[in-house]
């Protein structure tokens, strides 16, 4: 994974190329702005053949150059996306994932994990995986446990895995048996214990069980302010994530880091068996490259610290709206720590009105996208610097579409 002295020569003429469809798509993108100010659809129209031009520049320039498919192992200009992922998160290997972090666990299910563990037959897997965790756990043709997270009656939502349960479950089924214990960090409700997930990671370590992290909502973990975030090597061997979810990457890119070679040459062998698009896009690399030497220089510091702003004051809006509204925070479900974007809003304390149903209004009336509901609690996910400046509309949104939901609520309850 050492810097290529050649890089820059190869990617000389893909910047050539790439400056030029610039130029020519941005004069006439300009002019276009400049006379037709008002004319929205025709700047629209320019804009799509901006970058549909960048796009055909960028592609045919590079793709006859001597660029290969990137690989965990590899090395060459298009590899450098790896080298930046391992100098943001930690580890010795990484590979990006075109299929996200869902094409990546699957991959690993099913390619890597029965030729790192062959002589074992059983997964336990976090009842909050994603589907991609059941689908590889299916045709990886593993036997499965569940790890069934407790869950807290009164906020309607769950705590974290802890190092007990793990250990029970480790001994009722035999050590001798288990493959890998599969944890997601945090899950859709946000919450995360790091001090369990290591001791979690030292036992498994102890007798051979492959620990893989679904970090699919961590991808900012570099921005945690708390100088005691374990480093990733003490809390699992395989650790993935999508980058994408917080605009690092473009769209489906995701990635594994690791501190095992043996692990990334298996990951190699199985993006050669078909896991990795042999029509990859150079583009997307291009940009993912860019944006992550952004985000290592420091560059996107404004944005990441304007985005855990609005995250605030989103937070501390909630019970203006209405004073049974609650934020329910890491210390409410045994939990150390939160990712600062996500905003879990619990409605217990009003037993007839549906959180769902607050989601709904939010989606349909109003426009505005909710991650996950439950009857008794709402997830929003505030991580784009953009809301900082939406601030007053996202407010009157959250409080009108609130309003309109309980008003509905009170009329069914009555009825």
Not at 21 to 40: E, R, V
């Amino acid at each position: 994974m050492k810097d290529l002295g050649r890089d820059k020569q190869l990617n000389r003429g893909a910047v050539c190329a790439f400056s030029m469809g610039l130029i020519i798509a941005g004069f006439n993108l300009i002019k276009l702005a400049l006379l037709k100010s008002k004319d929205w659809e025709g700047l629209s129209f320019a804009f799509a053949e901006l970058y549909s031009s960048l796009w055909d520049h960028a592609e045919h320039s590079i793709s006859h150059q001597g660029f290969s498919l990137p690989t965990a192992l590899g090395d060459g200009p298009v590899h450098k996306i790896n080298r930046l992922l391992t100098k943001i998160y930690g580890g010795k290997f990484a590979g990006i994932s075109m299929g996200g972090s869902s094409g990546a666990l699957i991959t690993l299910l099913t390619a890597v994990l029965p030729k790192l563990q062959p002589e074992r037959d059983l997964v336990l897997f976090d009842d909050m995986c994603h589907q991609s965790a059941i689908g590889g756990v299916i045709f990886g043709r593993w036997k499965a446990v569940r790890l069934q997270r407790s869950f807290d009656p009164k906020l309607q939502t769950v705590r974290p895995l802890t190092f007990e349960l793990i250990e029970k479950t480790i001994q009722d089924h035999g050590a001798s048996r288990i493959a890998a214990i599969l944890i997601v960090t945090p899950s859709y409700d946000g919450f995360s214990s790091p001090s369990e997930n290591a001791k979690i990671y030292a036992l498994a370590k102890s007798l051979g069980i492959i620990v893989i992290i679904d970090g699919a909502w961590d991808s900012l973990r570099f921005q945690n302010p708390s100088p005691t975030t374990p480093a990733l090597e003490s809390l699992c061997d395989v650790w993935i994530s999508s980058p994408h979810k917080r605009g690092l990457t473009p769209s489906s890119l995701g990635c594994v880091i690791t501190q095992h070679e043996a692990i990334a040459k298996l990951w190699d062998e199985a993006q050669d068996l078909g896991f990795r698009s042999s029509s990859i896009s150079f583009v997307n690399i291009m940009i993912a490259e860019h944006r992550l030497d952004q985000v290592l220089n420091g560059n996107w510091d404004t944005a990441f610290a304007q985005a855990r702003k609005s995250a605030n004051i989103i937070r501390k809006y909630i019970p203006e709206i209405n004073p049974d509204l609650c934020i329910i925070d890491p210390k409410d479900v045994c939990a150390e720590t939160t990712d600062s974007a996500h905003i879990l809003i619990s409605t217990h304390r009003l037993p007839h009105f549906d959180a769902r149903r607050w989601a709904h209004s939010l989606s349909s009336d109003f426009g505005l996208d909710v991650e996950k509901a439950t009857r008794s609690t709402l997830l929003l996910l505030c991580a784009s610097p953009a809301h900082f400046y939406q601030m007053d509309h996202i407010k009157r949104i959250l409080k009108d579409s609130f309003y309109l939901t309980l008003s509905k609520s009170d009329v069914a309850h009555v009825s």
